[in-house]
């Protein structure tokens, strides 16, 4: 039996219920499959209190092995350096967080927070918050870029707000099994697999942007997001369009713009609309896209356009689409 | 005396200590302690006031959709927006998603896993409890995660994705779902009344479920359909005497639930709810409106300060979070502390399923708070009471969907403006508060229902509503008090907390569970 150990942070425990929602196979079925159990986890263990004290000095102890340590949430290490924003068990998380990280086979960061800073990291970031081992762009974060868990891989970055439940136990699944490398990870440690494509793979609008068709307000099916509603799909690297969310959709499905909620900068704010520059052109650019190269194709792909995408295509009228 | 902290006290979500007096083996003084500053409201300020429907849903991993109704809300407030009714309806319908989801984990992954205590050891049915609430292998603990998820799907089909979609925006929603969405979701929550509700929760048909108008109707339930949960729970729990405690405020208050897609109204506190608005004095019976600037946060005890002084309450619209280093002198949680003004007096309010229900007037929950007060086991009920009226809500409000009309009307945004966003979310009266001045959030407030339960006491010395339900609990046995958890738990709670044993100031003892 493989001894997994999840904590939470600075976090709103989005990531718990996101795991929660997996299926095929479900947390409880993951766990039997895989001869893991969950030593303790906040929303799901019966012990509190002085009996997980216990638990978790016999993991400082080395009296309890412990395979893959969790974390939820940013590392709070204000104010003033002190953690005492976020107190569990009796003192800061942090001291926890650091003693734990070093008895652990494998170190997972599950969520953007725990993997960048996230939202609480967040300017003017009031509680000194950062990630396990980075702090949004810069590698460090609280652990340090030279940690390394007793695997010798350093901290698995799982980011997403939240992060998906089939993300999260097929690398688990990959580091049960013993076979995850640090090969199969990106610059920020994610699984490549998971984080290799931008959200655009799989969007039903991808006509639309390929053709530079907005959707000029929310509430419609056609149109591209990217232009006018501040979709940040195109420069996000995530698998949302292909392993959709609750077996079901996607936030781009439904309307919704991508906020570019697993990259290091979430959250960039200024959300539902398309910062330009003086010439009208959005000033974030698709991923690996000059600033040259977008006007020209733009220019050529727009006036290529086929008819049909350009005005609405169930409704009888509407000039939301341009 | 006998002080006993339990750090953490978790499976609520969130962080939080409980420091409990005990005198014998009676609690005598009860401290929620909220161990968790994330700053939320300040990271908010100066930023586009669109940005709330992105960051306030965050707050919460399992009530993020009432968050983001919330910011919708006070956005549809602050630019005057006009919501079509098929919005209306989704946002019920994503709203009601979220909640169902919530009263299946809160009940069987939270609460009922309690029933296994050693306590219980002894009683002729608690094989049968573990056999069904234990938690990771009971019949039923499984089938709750199996089923559960399936309200997120529902959300998901119209809100993109659960837990944190944005997909609710002032002005409607961003969906345009297609009859093919709405026949799904439909054969989906028809799945779990047949599947789930009416096989393990109930144990019988929904809609004679729905009938139940009594105390005597709920017995005859329990004898007609024994196998069900809630019949099981109904008469376990008395043998287990939780109909005796957790007693706590004499006041229930909810902001009301689901809007009526026709007659949407953000500025307008009395607006026309299934679920009515209003706050009810048990003593009396009496009812009264809510009027949110009645609302108010005092910090006399909380790790805050004001500029004005911290004796004094201000409205959220007012509110201020200057956070403080967590140790100062008679201060002790990172909860503010809520106070309803009614007429002369300061009030603390119950919020939750239990309030939520009797405020609308539920008459099975009415019935049985005028027969035994509001105690666990009621809140319990409830929240299946809850369960079953949700799923009937969810097909109302998709059967009278409209393929022809809109989901959003594009609202002018304003550079000056102020709203508030009165939802009742899973676990209770929840509200945000914002002041855009030159196109920025210049203040922004988000008043919690466990902060409305779970505060600390008021400047004149006045407990919220936990303490006083945790005060005069006895516990059988101190070194396993586990009345002191189910109590806290029957709220639903959004932290996690823990439980320590303090003697003497030296910790010796701690809670098993």
């Known amino acids: 039996m ?20 997996a299926s095929d196979p479900d947390v409880l079925e993951f766990l039997h499959q895989h001869e893991a159990r969950f030593l303790w986890h906040p929303s799901l263990s019966p012990e509190c209190g002085g009996d997980l004290k216990r638990l978790l000095n016999s993991i400082l ?24 924003y976020n107190m569990f068990a009796g003192k800061p998380m942090m001291h926890w967080v ?10 997972v960061a599950v969520g953007d927070c725990a993997s960048f800073g996230g939202i609480p990291a967040a300017d003017p970031n009031p509680t000194q918050s950062t990630g396990l081992q980075y702090h949004r762009k810069e590698a460090g974060g609280f652990l340090g870029k030279d940690f390394r868990s007793s695997s010798g891989l350093p901290v698995i970055n799982l980011s997403g707000c939240p992060v998906h439940p089939e993300w999260l136990f097929t690398t688990l699944s ?3 099994e013993e076979r995850i490398t640090q090969g199969d990870l990106d610059d920020f440690n994610r699984p490549k697999i998971f984080y290799s494509t931008t959200t655009q793979f799989g969007c039903p609008r991808q006509p639309y942007f390929t053709f530079k068709i907005a959707s000029k307000e929310l509430g419609h099916r056609e149109g591209c997001l990217y232009f006018e509603l501040g979709c940040r799909g195109s420069y996000t690297r995530s698998p949302c369009n292909n392993i959709l969310w609750n077996n079901q959709s996607s936030k781009t499905r439904v309307g919704t713009p991508c906020m570019g909620c697993t990259e290091f900068d979430f959250p960039t704010f200024n959300f539902f609309r398309t910062e330009k520059n003086r010439s009208g052109i959005p000033k974030r650019l698709p991923l690996g896209v000059s600033r040259g190269s977008y006007i020209t194709l733009s220019a050529i792909a727009r006036g290529a356009a086929p008819q049909y995408l350009v005005r609405p295509l169930i409704k009888r009228e509407g000039n939301w689409i341009e | 005396m006998n002080e006993r902290v339990i750090s953490p006290l978790n499976r609520v979500e969130g962080d939080l200590d409980l420091k409990v007096i005990f005198e014998g083996r009676k609690v005598v003084k009860a401290y929620p302690m909220s161990r968790l500053f994330r700053g939320i409201e300040v990271i908010l300020k100066g930023k586009y006031p669109m940005d709330s429907l992105v960051i306030t849903p965050r707050i919460c991993g399992i009530c993020g959709g009432s968050h983001l109704l919330s910011a919708a809300k006070s956005l549809d407030m602050a630019y005057g927006a006009k919501v079509p009714p098929n919005a209306v309806r989704l946002r019920n319908v994503l709203t009601l998603a979220e909640m169902g989801q919530n009263d299946v984990r809160h009940t069987y992954l939270m609460f009922m896993i309690d029933s296994v205590n050693r306590k219980y050891e002894k009683l002729p049915f608690y094989r049968d409890m573990v056999l069904r609430w234990a938690p990771y292998v009971g019949t039923s603990y499984k089938q709750a995660v199996v089923w559960s998820k399936r309200y997120a799907e529902i959300y998901a089909i119209f809100g993109g994705q659960w837990p944190h979609g944005s997909a609710m925006v002032p002005g409607g929603i961003t969906a345009e779902p297609f009859p093919n969405d709405v026949v799904k979701a439909k054969g989906i929550i028809r799945q779990i009344t047949a599947e789930f509700l009416e096989r393990t929760v109930l144990g019988g048909p929904l809609d004679q479920f729905l009938e139940l108008e009594s105390v005597e109707d709920l017995e005859q339930w329990a004898k007609d359909y024994p196998e069900g949960d809630v019949s099981k729970v109904w008469n376990y729990g008395q043998s287990m005497g939780w109909h005796r405690i957790g007693k706590g405020s004499q006041f229930l208050m909810s902001y009301g639930h689901v809007n009526v897609p026709e007659d949407y109204d953000p500025a307008n506190s009395r607006e026309k709810l299934v679920f009515s ?3 009810l004095d048990l003593n009396s019976w009496d ?8 609302v108010l946060e005092f910090v006399a005890h909380s790790f805050y300060t004001y500029d004005l002084g911290d004796r004094i309450g201000l409205n959220p619209f007012m509110g ?10 008679g201060k002790y949680t990172f909860t503010k502390t809520f106070r309803y003004k009614l007429k002369d007096r300061y009030v603390a309010p119950e919020v939750g399923a239990l309030s939520m229900l009797v405020v609308a007037g539920n008459r099975l929950m009415t019935d049985l708070v005028k027969r035994f007060g509001t105690n666990v086991l009621a809140r319990e009920v409830a929240r299946f009471v809850r369960l079953a009226l ?8 998709l059967d009278t969907y409209d393929f022809n009309g809109p989901t959003y009307i594009k609202p002018q945004e304003r550079q000056f403006a102020m709203g508030y966003g009165l939802v009742e979310a899973s676990r209770g009266s929840l509200g945000h508060w914002i002041v855009v001045e030159d196109g920025k959030i210049e203040n922004y407030q988000v008043v919690t229902p466990t902060q409305i339960n779970m505060g600390p006491e008021d400047p004149e010395g006045n407990p919220s509503h936990l303490t006083m339900a945790l005060v005069g609990t006895e516990v059988e046995d101190l070194s396993n008090p586990i009345e002191v958890a189910h109590v806290v738990r029957s709220h639903d709670a959004c932290m996690v907390c823990n439980v320590h044993v303090l003697d003497g100031g030296k910790e010796k003892l701690a809670m098993r569970l």
């Open chain 1, 2 to 21: 493989r001894n997994l150990l999840w904590l939470q942070g600075g976090a709103c425990g989005g990531n718990t219920l996101s795991m929660l929602n």
């Open chain 2, 277 to 279: 608005r209003g706050i």
């Open chain 1, 98 to 107: 650091r003693e734990i990280a070093k008895r652990a086979k494998y170190v």
């Open chain 2, 390 to 397: 949700i799923h009937e809500l969810i097909l109302n409000n």
């Open chain 2, 320 to 329: 201020q979070t200057n956070p403080l280093p967590p140790n100062g002198k």
């Open chain 1, 61 to 84: 102890e080395a009296r309890l092995e412990l395979h893959v340590f969790l974390f939820e949430g940013s590392v709070i290490t204000g104010p003033n350096g002190t953690g005492q």
């Open chain 1, 174 to 176: 990959m580091i049960l």
């Open chain 2, 287 to 294: 009812r009264f409106e809510v009027d949110p600037n009645n």
